[in-house]
């Protein structure tokens, strides 16, 4: 028998990051909303990348620094992103 993996590929943080644009749009019905989820899948992608060379026997240290920096700027991203459309919607609620 396998050992269960000790870092999982897909999180329950990945799902709330990919859920919040589509929440967000199913609420309000605007596009504007969606412009985040690339963002978050590309986030989640990398974030998997990186948990999947960790579980490996043989860990390659160059490929797990490129996705853990390519996951970090991604996420980085996504939080500017994501406060940039609360900004945008609070003015635009103001108008």
């Given at each position: 028998m396998q050992a269960r993996s000790k870092y999982p590929m897909i999180t329950f943080g990945d799902w709330v990051l990919i859920g919040i644009p589509?929440?967000?749009?199913?609420?309000?019905?605007?596009?504007?909303?969606?412009?985040?989820?690339?963002?978050?899948?590309?986030?989640?992608?990398?974030?998997?990348?990186?948990?999947?060379?960790?579980?490996?026997p043989l860990v390659e240290p160059d490929k797990i620094r490129l996705y853990s920096s390519l996951h970090m700027k991604f996420k980085l991203g996504l939080l500017f992103s994501y406060w940039s459309l609360e900004l945008i919607a609070l003015y635009l609620a103001e108008i």
């Open positions: 589509l929440i967000g749009y199913w609420y309000t019905s605007i596009p504007l909303m969606l412009l985040p989820l690339p963002i978050a899948i590309a986030y989640s992608i990398f974030g998997a990348l990186k948990r999947h060379h960790l579980n490996q």
